[in-house]
């Protein structure tokens, strides 16, 4: 089912928190759904600095005959996980980086499944190398950019990846941010926000239990290919 939460319920638990349900509130909504996207902002960080795989998406550049040979890269990139070179629905490679000292190298060759080409993220593009002339696929692996929620916006629709009662650390962030603003003591919801960071990232680090971070049985995953490398 995924997060109920939306920005009003959120900003109503922020107004229980610091006792603004009165009739004139002391902060505008506009003013504590800021605080609320800025706390969401710094979990979108945690996740992506330290749990990519919950924010990952997909970006396909189909290549041509242009040179040189830089393509757009999506409009929310935040930050690339690593890029493909795809032969077929079964065949793909994966593709290495080349520095800026190296812009000059792999000028001759065409690329195939024995030579595939190179990238670099330049600006707002992907360049490659050699070029990889037409009609072949590259497909980007990359971690979004924070979106903001608006006024009428669910958790599940902005931010799918913050499970059901994560969206806390934003409301946390976001009264500490009020009571700060009345100059009020702010430290209990800053211990409430450390908190909720705490257990989050306690959550979110066994994901996949069945393959644990370790290596268990290195028999076993070598035998699962003849060639695994």
């Known amino acids: 089912m995924g997060n109920t939460a939306t920005a009003a319920t959120m900003e109503r638990r922020v107004r229980e928190l610091i006792d603004d349900l009165g009739a004139t ?12 996207n ?12 330290t749990y990519e795989d919950y924010l990952r998406e997909r970006f396909t550049i189909t290549t041509d005959a242009r040179e040189p040979p830089e393509y757009a890269l999506p409009d929310n990139l935040f930050k690339c996980l690593g890029v493909d070179w795809v032969i077929s629905t079964t065949d793909r490679r994966r593709m290495e980086k080349f520095s800026n000292a190296e812009r000059n190298t792999r000028q001759n060759g065409f690329p195939d499944r024995f030579l595939v080409p190179s990238y670099r993220l330049v600006g707002s593009q992907i360049e490659m190398i050699p070029a990889p002339g037409s009609n072949y696929t590259v497909e980007l692996f990359y971690v979004p950019q924070f979106k ?46 450390e908190q909720k960071r705490a257990e989050i990232v306690e959550a979110l680090q066994p994901r996949d239990a069945a393959e644990p971070w370790a290596v268990v049985d290195v028999e076993s995953v070598r035998e699962r290919e003849q060639w695994p490398w």
Do not use: I
């Open 148 to 193: 903001r929620l608006g006024s009428g916006d669910s958790v599940l629709d902005k931010w799918p990846y913050v499970m059901e009662g994560f969206e806390l650390f934003a409301v946390y962030h976001a009264a500490a941010e009020a009571l700060q603003r009345e100059e009020a003591d702010a430290r209990t919801m800053l211990a409430k926000k």
């Open 38 to 49: 800025d706390g969401g902002c710094e979990l979108h960080l945690l996740f992506a600095t």
């Open 25 to 36: 509130p002391f902060n505008t909504s506009e003013t504590v759904l800021g605080w609320l």
